[in-house]
Nanobody, 122 residues
């Protein structure tokens, strides 16, 4: 069907930057929404940033002004540019998408990536 593959995670020092990428592949008809979530052990998964097909975006208050979500629709890829990182940003980051497929373009499916670890530490 549809798969999401994240890349770009790793270890960075406080104040540093990372860019996450998430590429969607498979029998895609459209991708109305692509989002980034994150989860810390023992806490609920939270929305970090979302971008909709119309181009509008949404950010968690904790990342506003530091993170930027963007999409390359031709590549079915969403990016998360993370600047001024702090230890509180350490988490597993998950890509999420709402897609429709060539098999049934009228049906919306939610797809998750496997997650990628971002560690902010000196």
């Amino acid at each position: 069907q549809v798969q999401l593959e994240e890349s770009g995670g790793g270890v960075v020092q406080p104040g540093g930057s990372l860019r996450l990428s998430c590429a969607a592949s498979g029998s895609i008809f459209s991708i109305p929404t692509m989002d980034w979530y994150r989860q810390v052990p023992g806490k609920q998964r939270e929305l970090v940033a979302a971008q909709y097909s119309a181009g509008n975006t949404r950010y968690a208050d904790s990342v506003k002004g530091r993170f930027t979500i963007s999409r390359d629709n031709a590549k079915n890829t969403v990016y998360l540019q993370m600047n001024s990182l702090s230890p509180e940003d350490t988490a597993v980051y998950y890509c999420n998408a709402v897609v429709t497929t060539l098999l049934d373009p009228r049906r919306y499916l939610e797809v998750w990536g496997q997650g990628i670890l971002v560690t902010v530490s000196s």
